[in-house]
């Protein structure tokens, strides 16, 4: 799939699924619900504060009687029963809506209801930027801080299963860092080189990784050329592994904030997707991601 109307598409194919939307009083996030609804995409279980839903969804002529309501005030009990309904097979995935991304991520990881695995959780947004012929994947811009030489390892593989499902079946990924050369002195150099190497030993597979790469020979051919960078990934990266949170947010706020482009984003190596979007993302974004949401539990 090269594009999001690819991905409502395979959606609307496959849906209906059931969300649980944890504090949805937003009025972005019932937008995006509505239209999931509408397409046939999702259906949503609503927990949050309802009286607020109430104002909200008659501000914008969305009827409620569409939906289950589940009103919890307190933002880290809703995002608790969000979560809960997934475990108890009551939900398919879990939405964030009006909460903090640390509040639902902690309820993700609770250990009596949460959607644990074992695995590493991670976060990756799908980006379809104007000008480029490719889907960019960029991970980790919500969950994991500062992510070592295995947990980055980890990362690459959730990436790449989204990458898989959008059917994508060698992604080239790029281990992004503020230069192309290995510096002793910054460690996420030696990170991308190490992660580089484990994909050539064969522990890291189903895409090509490459490392260290600044993030223009990772995705303009144009620019690795002029530096004389000869590598699969160079100029064609997929998959842009951040080195850590703030360079990996930052990368996904600049493309929303200063650049033509489309998105969504989902945590995925959880028991089942959790849609993750920021809360200043438009609707079309968080339809995207319910989408997105839709096609990994399918395909699980
Ligand atoms: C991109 C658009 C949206 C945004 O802009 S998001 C904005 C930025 N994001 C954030 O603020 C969230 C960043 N992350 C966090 O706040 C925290 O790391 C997070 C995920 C809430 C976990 O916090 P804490 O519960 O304090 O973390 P902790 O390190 O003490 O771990 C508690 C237990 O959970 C486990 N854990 C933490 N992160 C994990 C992961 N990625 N995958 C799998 N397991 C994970 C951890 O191993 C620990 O387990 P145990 O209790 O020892 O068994």
Do not use: W
């Amino acid at each position: 799939m090269r594009n999001f109307e690819e991905v409502v598409k395979f959606a609307r194919e496959r849906g209906p699924k059931t969300i649980s939307v944890a504090c949805c009083h937003d009025k972005e996030v019932l937008m995006a619900v509505e239209m999931a609804r509408k397409e046939k995409i999702a259906n949503a279980i609503l927990i949050g504060d309802i009286e607020k839903t109430r104002e909200i969804a008659s501000s914008i002529n969305i009827d409620l009687d569409n939906y289950e309501l589940i009103d919890i005030k307190d933002l880290s009990e809703a995002s608790l029963k969000a979560v809960e309904l997934v475990s108890q097979g009551k939900s398919d995935m879990v939405m964030k809506g009006l909460v903090d991304t640390s509040i639902i991520l902690k309820a993700v990881l609770n250990k009596e209801v949460g959607l644990r695995t074992g695995n590493v959780l991670s976060h990756v947004a799908v980006f379809d930027v104007e000008g480029y012929d490719r889907l960019f994947f960029i991970t980790d811009a919500a969950m994991n801080l500062a992510p070592d030489v295995n947990v980055k390892k980890q990362i690459i593989e959730n990436a790449c299963t989204v990458a898989h499902s959008l059917d994508i079946d060698t992604p080239k990924v790029a281990a992004l860092c503020a230069k192309e050369k290995v510096n002793p002195k910054m460690q996420d150099t030696i990170d991308a080189k190490e992660l580089e190497e484990m994909c050539e030993r064969g522990e890291i597979k189903g895409c090509i990784v490459g490392g260290p790469f600044a993030l223009d020979n990772a995705v303009s051919l144009e620019a690795a050329n002029h530096k004389g960078i000869n590598h699969p990934v160079a100029g064609k990266a997929d998959i842009l592994l951040a080195p850590d949170i703030e360079a990996g947010n930052i990368l996904y706020k600049s493309l929303v904030f200063f650049s033509k482009s489309k998105n969504a984003g989902v945590i995925v190596g959880a028991k089942a997707p959790i849609i993750l979007t920021s809360r200043a993302d438009n609707e079309e974004t968080k339809l995207n991601s319910i989408a997105l949401g839709v096609l990994m539990a399918a395909k699980a």
